[in-house]
């Protein structure tokens, strides 16, 4: 195992360094602005010296528009900040991987995109890309039990955490200022958000398939707090939404802390605190009053009434 430092006489640049690797080998980035690099070699270690010390805003990845590329499994990337790429910040596409106190920001499409399996971020942060902060995005179902826990998504154009793929975890983590907070996809299933803070978005979190809500705060979100939507090529199923504190949601008539469109079916809303929401606390568009299970929640009003114990 080896040791390279970057820049120095004889790794000048990172992509130097990462050739000249093999597994298991560590890397430290030294404080400065740096090119891209794509991590090809297994089980390497990378370490910045701190976001807004190592700075990760050069040339592109090679061949991408991407700031990294991380296509090899069990990497670890620590201690630095990505920024103003033209597509990706940071794109992992590869297993078992390890993104921790990294910050990606002012990149055109996603801060950091998850299309692997397994993978981890952990205290990282994503803020004002162009589309989404923290993506777990499905490529025939390869983005599969990855998380995210004690991470920051803000002021991204369309949406904090983007759910596109299967049984991926957002736990303990925050998604504020963004356009969506948090929103799952047609083509997401079995997802677990828990224990998170989701605040002063247009819409806290939209979900469609088998999704697990448990214990998270939606609060002053523009719109509505949580939404189960009904659209033309699929409705909300079999989800379940739990024990959330919901308060202080909506400006507009069409807005509810949790609101469940017509058209949606099966879906368990139950053990829910929601108050001080616009127009209603809870709000089920006939049929949905009756084709979901709504039970233990408390709330200050509902439509249809009886939805609140």
């Known amino acids: 195992m080896t040791l390279r430092i970057v820049p120095s006489d004889m790794y000048p640049t990172m992509q130097s360094a990462i050739d000249d690797s093999s597994s298991g080998d560590s890397i430290k980035i030294l404080a400065g602005t740096f090119d891209g690099f794509e991590v090809d070699v297994d089980n390497l270690k990378i370490f910045g010296c701190g976001?807004?010390?190592?700075?990760?805003?050069?040339?592109?990845?090679?061949?991408?528009?991407d700031g990294i590329v991380v296509n090899a499994d069990r990497t670890t990337l620590q201690g630095f900040t990505v920024q103003g790429y033209g597509n990706d910040g940071?794109?992992?596409?590869?297993?078992?991987?390890?993104?921790?106190?990294?910050?990606?920001?002012?990149?055109?499409?996603?801060?950091?995109c998850i299309t692997g399996r397994n993978n981890l971020i952990i205290k990282s942060t994503?803020?004002?890309?162009?589309?989404?902060?923290?993506?777990?995005?499905?490529?025939?179902?390869?983005?599969?039990h990855n998380c995210a826990i004690h991470c920051i998504s803000q002021n991204n154009s369309l949406v904090g955490y983007r759910l596109d793929s299967l049984h991926n975890r957002i736990i303990k983590s925050q998604s504020k200022e963004n356009n969506i907070g948090i929103s799952?996809?047609?083509?997401s299933a079995r997802n677990t958000v828990m224990d998170?803070?989701?605040?002063?978005?247009?819409?806290?979190?939209?979900?469609?398939?088998?999704?697990?809500?448990?214990?998270?705060l939606f609060c002053n979100n523009f719109n509505s707090g949580i939404v189960l939507p009904n659209f033309i090529i699929v409705s909300a199923m079999f989800n379940i939404v739990d024990s959330n504190i919901v308060r202080n949601n909506?400006?507009?008539?069409?807005?509810?802390?949790?609101?469940?469109?017509?058209?949606?079916?099966?879906?368990?809303?139950?053990?829910?605190k929601a108050r001080n929401n616009f127009d209603f606390d809870i709000e089920a568009d006939p049929p949905a009053d009756l084709n979901n299970t709504f039970d233990g929640n408390q709330c200050g009003n509902s439509d249809p009434p009886g939805l609140c114990t």
């Open 51 to 65: 976001i807004g010390r190592t700075i990760i805003a050069g040339a592109p990845a090679q061949g991408s528009d």
């Open 250 to 272: 909506g400006t507009d008539v069409t807005d509810a802390g949790i609101l469940v469109e017509d058209g949606t079916t099966d879906n368990t809303i139950r053990f829910n």
């Open 196 to 216: 998170n803070k989701v605040n002063n978005n247009s819409i806290g979190i939209i979900i469609f398939l088998s999704e697990m809500v448990l214990n998270n």
């Open 126 to 144: 994503s803020n004002f890309n162009g589309n989404a902060g923290i993506d777990f995005t499905d490529q025939i179902n390869t983005s599969v």
């Open 184 to 187: 799952s996809s047609t083509d």
């Open 90 to 112: 940071v794109l992992v596409i590869s297993n078992n991987n390890v993104l921790k106190n990294i910050k990606s920001s002012l990149n055109t499409n996603v801060g950091i």
